[in-house]
């Protein structure tokens, strides 16, 4: 009898561990463009982690398993990937499909569609500058990963929608838009410290907040930054207001969201992924 209790524990603890937490549950949307969650074991230390090369955010889920955290490009295929850990070992996910719709946008401005060849030199070096910010990688861990919305307001354009402009295909969406007003303040969703601040071609005023380990948030189209470089924001901290500068048709918040300099559907971080 004694034994059989003995065994009735065992399995309910061993079932207790395999189940993921609130984390994993929020979390993982193994597709293109979405996250994986990958448990790593209840070591001591955090184990190291690296997906395509790039370090990965690990933490601990509720006090109990680590688990590995990582950004799916939305180029990806479908199938089997690898992460390599510090230790040698290689861990398995399987990406799944998703569908992408397409949005057709008309612009006025053809400059912001074809740009002109001055136009291409101040594009690109844009462009490596935002690159560096995404790759940062900060010791710190993240305050919280369920994340507060930067706004108040109903989503608009999606993640990962193929986009033409003027009949031109251009780069999909990076990230989520909220319809909201001009001057509408802009929340911090988690703790951070402000990496970036640039008023360019595409995003127009734009600032990146790094909340730790690769997770990064980049805030465009404000109309006015409210933070300075290198400036440490509380969780719900004001980056900036809502505006319509650089490639807008019209004032909206425009939050991108990146895990291991792969940019996700920000969606998933405030539970309202849609699959
Ligand atoms: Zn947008």
């Not at 955090?46 to 509720?62: D, F, H, I, S, W």
Request: charge should be positive; hydrophobic fraction near 40%.
């Amino acid at each position: 009898m004694r034994r059989l209790l003995c065994l009735v524990l065992l399995l309910c603890s061993a079932q207790l561990h395999a189940e993921p937490g609130f984390i994993s549950r929020l979390l993982n949307h193994p597709v293109p463009g979405g996250v994986a969650v990958v448990p790593l074991g209840d070591g001591a230390e955090a184990p190291g982690v690296r997906y395509q090369g790039k370090p990965v955010l690990v933490v601990r889920e509720e006090g109990r398993r680590w688990i590995a955290i990582v950004g799916i490009p939305l180029k990806s295929a479908a199938g089997v990937q690898q992460l390599t850990l510090s230790d040698g070992r290689q861990l398995s996910f399987t990406v799944g499909t998703k569908h992408y719709r397409e949005q057709r946008i008309k612009l006025k401005n053809t400059r912001q569609v074809n740009p002109l060849a001055e136009d291409m030199a101040r594009i690109n070096r844009e462009l490596a500058e935002q690159t560096k910010a995404y790759q940062t990688f900060s010791p710190a861990q993240p305050s919280n990963l369920m994340f507060d919305k930067p706004v108040n307001g109903p989503l608009s354009s999606p993640f990962g929608l193929r986009r033409f402009f003027n009949g031109e295909e251009r780069n999909p969406h990076s990230g989520l838009d909220f319809a909201v007003g001009a001057g509408t303040p802009i929340k911090s969703p988690a703790a951070g410290k402000v990496i970036l601040i640039g008023d360019y071609f595409f995003n127009g005023n734009t600032v990146f907040v790094d909340h730790g380990q690769g997770l990064i948030s980049m805030f465009c189209h404000m109309s006015k930054v409210d933070v300075k470089l290198g400036q440490s924001l509380p969780r719900g901290g004001i980056v900036g207001r809502v505006g319509a500068t650089g490639r807008a048709t019209g004032p909206h918040m425009h939050w991108n969201v990146s895990l291991n300099d792969t940019r996700v559907d920000p969606a998933i971080f405030i539970g309202a992924f849609k699959p």
